[in-house]
T-cell receptor, first 116, second 112 residues
């Protein structure tokens, strides 16, 4: 069964600095997708970035980039130039592309605090 | 553009009572999901549905029942609520694309 591991329960970063949130995954499938979601204190789930297992380049979305290392099965989120509004819970998730159920499996999350 | 609507946003119920959480989507997405979020566990899949009248268990289905008689609705029922079911519940949907997921705003359920 697939598994997502986020080893950092909490992280602190100074405003305007970059921060990396770790995510490793475990699957024997060759085709899968990796996601990062942000959950601010208001509770909604906000999609940040997506990486397909066959994508050759790392995904980027504005200040967010996904450092995808397939051989190491890692999909770390890099946030550049942190802002106070980046303080939130961040979840890594994976979807297997085989089959037709489209289920997402989530990690336990990392709580990021951006200090002024 | 209503997207996914979950109701109620907050609910307090007593142990042993039946409670139903509602989820309604306006896009006719085929796939719908129920997750629960607990501190230290992230989001865990309770049930999912690939289409109307097709449902299947997720990781933590015990104590929950779902139905999907219409594509747009996917209610989650706790038949006899227990304190361990105190959680935040999220409904989500997917059209059937690689990364087209949409989440509802969540329902915070407290069982006393």
């Amino acid at each position: 069964a697939q598994k997502i591991t986020q080893t950092q329960p909490g992280m602190f970063v100074q405003e305007k600095e970059a921060v990396t949130l770790d995510c490793t995954y475990d699957t024997s499938d060759q085709s899968y997708g990796l996601f990062w979601y942000k959950q601010p204190s208001s509770g909604e789930m906000i999609f940040l970035i997506y990486q397909g297992s066959y994508d050759e380049q790392n995904a980027t979305e504005g200040r967010y980039s996904l450092n995808f290392q397939k051989a190491r099965k890692s999909a770390n989120l890099v946030i550049s130039a942190s802002q106070l509004g980046d303080s939130a819970m961040y979840f890594c998730a994976m979807r297997l592309s085989g089959g037709s159920n489209y289920k997402l499996t989530f990690g336990k999350g990392t709580l990021l605090t951006v200090n002024p | 553009d209503a997207g996914i609507t979950q109701s109620p946003r907050y609910k307090i119920t007593e142990t042993g009572r039946q409670v139903t959480l509602m989820c309604h989507q306006t896009w006719s997405h085929s796939y719908m999901f129920w997750y629960r979020q607990d501190l230290g566990h992230g989001l865990r899949l309770i049930y999912y549905s690939a289409a109307a009248d097709i449902t299947d268990k997720g990781e933590v289905p015990d104590g929950y029942v779902v139905s999907r008689s219409k594509t747009e609705n996917f209610p989650l029922t706790l038949e006899s609520a227990t304190r361990s079911q105190t959680s935040v519940y999220f409904c989500a949907s997917n059209l059937g694309t690689e990364h087209g997921y949409t989440f509802g705003s969540g329902t915070r359920l407290t069982v006393v």
